[in-house]
């Protein structure tokens, strides 16, 4: 197999964020740009010799000619095995799931996820190791280290694979093989939940259901799984076509941009149950009748009821979710008698509890929940969870999440985005919070008492590592809090997170609207902030 040897230079800003490296795709498009990275992730992972890899995406613009290239480089370093799927599509759970079953070395996602696509849209790609988890930060400090000091990279001149095309091919001494991208997921899935028991109530009663799939890379997984698998009416997955440019949508999974869903949903002849994914397929949005389900709350109801689906029958070991999730979880946790984790925003930071057994299921208040199953957050596997509840307990979901307030209180919760904030401006507010925060415990800022204030920092009970600056906590006492976060996301500017919480068990004040019941912590937020005044934004661009 001819190879060749391509001499390069080091581009700035290859440094993998908490989903691996997302820029626009124009940016990938320079000459050397991708295949600097895919060269300096070799590198950082050392001898490639004879192992084997898993490639594939979400599908966006620029995804399958990415493939053609990483195929091209890994066989020039030497893997021996690659696993891709057909077309090029594999949702990141999915992709999760084919690298556990086949123990591969490791995989390369190409996504950035809940981000727009297409020609002017976003892409990325990250690594994930053999546990199917998001590479570890040991790693991508490495990746970013080699990627700053490249001055070579290696690649086939072999001919395209063609990614259409089922079975093994060759690429010079390497076998390529092209997979069906949801029969493995489908399996995994079946071996988890009831199936039967679900098709039974989504096929006898008059339940009805709609799932979104944002022409993103769920809609073959869904279409398979719920119409064809579980026996849903044809038309109940919308949006199931995977585009490009995602249908010039944004693929994220909540009450702004999965509008066409959350407006069915809201009808006067709304189905029953709603569900929507997002750009990978690692996000989930539920939402009942005329009810929209938080993160927060889903991660905590599932846990409740874990129990009631056949793979956590025997119980859970844990809890984790990431510290700006509300604390609804670990009220579940405590009642359970398990150990509740609070760790760093990012997936890879669940991976080391779930792979030492101390917990069995995690989530983000970003959409995303996922159990020991895989080691990444996975959208389809939470409607499952929730199909199979609701057939157990033949409840509709306001019912069920009511149900769970009498039991355990509400965590009213929620996200407020500011999207696009000048970077400069971002720093500037963030350095304002930190620069406060020594002087705030024990002050009394309106009718609270503030009971700590810090930044908040993770040690990792497994590996001892720390991740430090994780965000700006404010908690008070009874369990409030306000917490600021800049987003690693994004690739335009910075994302300003502010998440607000406030816990309630009185019986007769369950069902306030969030906004109004949060609605002086909220303006509480703004103060201490100054957001309006560092950054002139009088509104978020997204609530959820």
């Not at 546990?131 to 970013?144: D, L, Q, R």
């Not at 909540?254 to 949903?265: K, R, S």
């Not at 793979?311 to 670990?330: C, E, F, H, L, V």
Request: aromatic share 10%; proline share 5%.
């Amino acid at each position: 197999m001819p190879i060749s040897t391509i001499n390069t230079s080091p581009f700035e800003g290859q440094k993998p964020g908490t989903s691996g490296l997302r820029k626009k795709v124009s940016v990938f498009k320079q000459s050397h740009y991708l295949e600097n990275f895919i060269q300096s992730t070799f590198n950082a992972l050392g001898d490639c010799e004879d192992k084997t890899l898993v490639v594939g995406g979400d599908g966006r613009y620029y995804n399958q000619t990415a493939i053609q290239i990483i195929l091209k480089m890994a066989a020039a370093n030497g893997f021996s095995h690659v696993w891709v799927g057909q077309n090029g599509i594999l949702s990141t759970p999915a992709a999760s799931c084919v690298i556990r079953k086949y123990k591969a070395f490791g995989g390369l996602i190409l996504s950035a996820s809940h981000n727009p696509a297409g020609i002017d849209g976003d892409f990325g790609i990250k690594f994930n190791t053999s546990n199917g988890g998001p590479a570890p930060e040991s790693i991508t400090s490495k990746i970013y280290e080699h990627s700053a000091e490249i001055t070579e990279y290696k690649i086939s001149n072999a001919a395209d694979i063609a990614l259409h095309k089922l079975g093994q091919q060759t690429l010079g001494s390497m076998t390529v093989e092209v997979i069906d991208p949801v029969s493995d997921y489908a399996q995994l899935m079946q071996s988890i939940f009831d199936f039967p028991k679900i098709k039974t109530f989504i096929t006898t009663s008059d339940f009805s259901m709609r799932f979104d799939a944002m022409h993103a890379v769920t809609g073959p997984y869904a279409i398979e799984i719920l119409e064809n698998l579980l026996g849903a009416p044809k038309g109940t997955v919308i949006n199931g076509i995977p585009l490009p440019d995602f249908g010039n949508g944004h693929p994220d999974p909540n009450l702004t941009y999965a509008e066409e869903l959350v407006t069915e949903l809201f009808s006067d002849n709304a189905p029953d149950f709603g569900a929507a994914s997002d750009g990978d397929g690692d996000r989930n949005m539920i939402l009942g009748k005329q009810f929209f389900v938080t993160p927060s709350d889903s991660l905590a109801i599932l846990a409740a009821n874990a129990q009631l689906v056949p793979a956590y029958k025997n119980g859970i070991t844990g809890i984790a979710r990431s510290m700006p999730t509300s604390q609804a979880a670990d009220r579940v946790a405590e009642k359970l008698g398990v150990e509740c984790f609070e760790t760093p925003t990012g997936w890879k930071f669940f991976g080391n509890l779930l792979d030492a057994n101390r917990v069995t299921l995690c989530g983000e208040e970003s959409f995303g929940t996922g159990s020991n199953h895989i080691r990444e957050k996975d959208g389809l596997w939470a409607v499952l969870f929730w199909l199979n509840i609701l057939a157990v307990k033949q409840q509709s979901v306001a019912e069920l999440v009511n149900q769970h307030w009498l039991t355990f209180g509400r965590n009213y919760y929620t996200r407020h985005d500011y999207e696009g904030v000048p970077t400069e401006q971002a720093e500037a507010l963030i350095e304002h919070l930190q620069l406060q925060l020594p002087t705030l415990p024990q002050q009394q800022l309106g009718k609270r008492i503030v009971s700590y204030a810090d930044n908040f920092s993770y040690h990792d009970p497994i590996d001892d590592s720390i991740a430090e600056k994780q965000g700006i906590r404010i908690g008070f006492e009874g369990g409030d809090r306000i917490i600021f976060r800049l987003s690693g996301t994004g690739t335009e500017g910075a994302t300003l997170r502010v998440y607000i919480e406030s816990y309630q068990d009185d019986p007769e004040q369950l069902n306030t609207d969030t906004q109004f019941a949060l609605a002086d912590l909220i303006q509480l937020a703004d103060e201490l902030a100054k957001i309006t005044e560092l950054t002139g934004r009088t509104a978020p661009t997204v609530i959820t």
